[in-house]
């Protein structure tokens, strides 16, 4: 569910027409809607309130726009920060340190420190060699740094393997044979206060099933802990609930997910934490573009050209992804072609043989369930700059992130004296 929706014809995020957007801010620009990011974070957490205790931290990474993160702050969640700058911004929009969990492989000293310095609520340490070196660092804070420590479970997530993490051949986590012994090295380190496990097997899962088999082993190593005479206060059950991209797929429901969680943990007499990224942001946004130019091409399937590109959002050159597209004022006409942006090379192709709305150059369109991993991913590729981004509120609309432009980024280069 989400609140865009055709009104009088045109396609409105919340009560604001596209159009007037578009005109404002110019294209490419990404749209979020705040009323459908309330409410996604409300049904997230319904859907956990039959749990004893439950931290729901929202994962940063899939949409860290200020704006975004104070929605989530004013909903009372926390935050899944994976470096320093995701820290900060979780700090600024205003989420208390407690709330914040630091997850990661690849931690720094310099980010752990600021992880300590800031008093926030876990690390998720993921291999024994970080835990040694978080431990070292915080003895000489004179602090003890809360940690659950990650497993890799082995379980085949079902899902894009560049967003799989929980085979035993993915970087993530330590394996779960071995996380017993593990956590009891760990446990003996005067810095650590060792509270608790977490597990995340991967993003966009369309089934519950490898979550409830990861959660079932993550129960059986809280078992194993525990009767090691160590104690497990905390279990982090990671994000991964995927959405629909396409009209007509059906996922899993948070409620469903929330069924299955309690049931799998009904004897656990731990804190539930959560890392929900997608299934809060996705489809709260969306990548509002115009059409440049329509093409003809070798045979009667026209390219349709519009001035995003795979640095606005990089989801479909990246991974193959299906973005919905739309007009934003459809003619009720479809037309059959391949959707590109300006960018030179091939992989710069959102949609091949794809039937859509009829569109003409000039015309507003948009790319649907942009809200999580778009502007985030972008880059700017082509020298094309970093598109803007706008929150919608009701009838009215703020710019939440100036378009950057590429004069912007030159002006941090420099050309040494010595190539004069
Ligand atoms: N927790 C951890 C430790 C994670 O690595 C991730 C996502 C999440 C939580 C949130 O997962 P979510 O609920 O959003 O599925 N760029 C890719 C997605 C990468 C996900 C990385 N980790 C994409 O555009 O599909």
């Known amino acids: 569910m989400n609140h865009f929706e055709l009104i009088g014809g045109e396609l409105h995020a919340e009560n ?29 957490k ?3 309130a039959g749990l004893p205790r439950s931290h ?3 994962a940063v990474k899939a949409n860290p726009n200020l704006a975004v993160l104070r929605v989530m702050q004013r909903e009372g969640l926390g935050a899944d920060v994976v470096s320093g700058g995701e820290l900060a911004r979780a700090l600024a929009a205003g989420m208390a340190p407690q709330d914040v969990v630091f997850s990661g492989v690849g931690k720094t000293a310099t980010e752990m420190v600021q992880g300590l310095e800031s008093g ?4 998720n340490i993921e291999s024994e060699e970080e835990g040694v070196e978080l431990a070292a660092l915080a003895a000489a804070l004179g602090q003890r740094a809360p940690c659950a420590l990650r497993v890799n479970p082995d379980v085949d997530a079902r899902t894009h393997a560049k967003i799989s993490t929980g085979k035993a051949e993915n970087k993530f986590g330590v394996p779960i044979d071995r996380a017993a012994g593990i956590y009891a090295r760990l446990s003996a380190l005067p810095g650590l206060d060792m509270r608790g496990v977490a597990v995340h097997i991967g ?24 009767a090691a005479g160590l104690s497990v206060t905390h279990a982090d059950l990671g994000g991964g609930l995927g959405v629909p991209y396409k009209a007509g797929e059906v996922f899993p ?7 299955m969680v309690a049931r799998v943990t009904a004897r656990w007499d731990a804190t539930l934490m959560f890392e929900p990224g ?7 946004g969306l990548l509002l573009t115009r059409v440049v130019r329509v093409k003809r091409s070798s045979n009667n399937t026209p390219f349709v050209i519009v001035d995003a590109a795979m640095n606005d959002l990089a989801r479909p050159a990246m991974y193959g992804a299906w973005h919905d597209f739309d007009a934003v004022r459809p003619n009720g006409s479809r037309m059959a072609a391949h959707i590109v942006g300006p960018i030179c090379e091939t992989g710069d ?14 015309d507003l369109a948009v790319f649907r369930t942009a809200g999580a991993y778009g502007a985030t991913m972008a880059s700017s590729y082509n020298s094309r700059g970093f598109v803007a981004e706008v929150m919608v509120d009701g009838d009215k609309f703020a710019v939440v992130a100036d378009r950057i432009v590429p004069e912007a980024i030159s002006a941090a280069e420099r050309v040494p004296d010595w190539l004069d």
């Open 56 to 58: 729901v931290a929202f």
């Open 120 to 123: 926030i609520g876990q690390f």
């Open 349 to 362: 192709t959102f949609a091949m043989d794809r039937e859509i709305d009829a569109v003409e150059p000039g």
């Open 16 to 44: 604001v027409p596209l159009s007037a957007i578009a005109e404002a801010v110019g294209t490419p620009v990404y749209v979020y809607s705040r009323a459908t990011l309330e409410r996604h974070a409300r049904v997230f």
């Open 253 to 259: 429901s948070p409620e469903e997910y929330g069924a």
């Open 278 to 284: 997608r299934v809060i942001c996705g489809n709260a």
């Open 203 to 226: 993003s966009q899962l369309s089934q519950l099933e490898p979550l409830e088999e990861a959660f079932g082993k993550l129960g059986e190593l809280i078992a194993e802990i525990r």
């Open 46 to 48: 319904a859907a956990l």
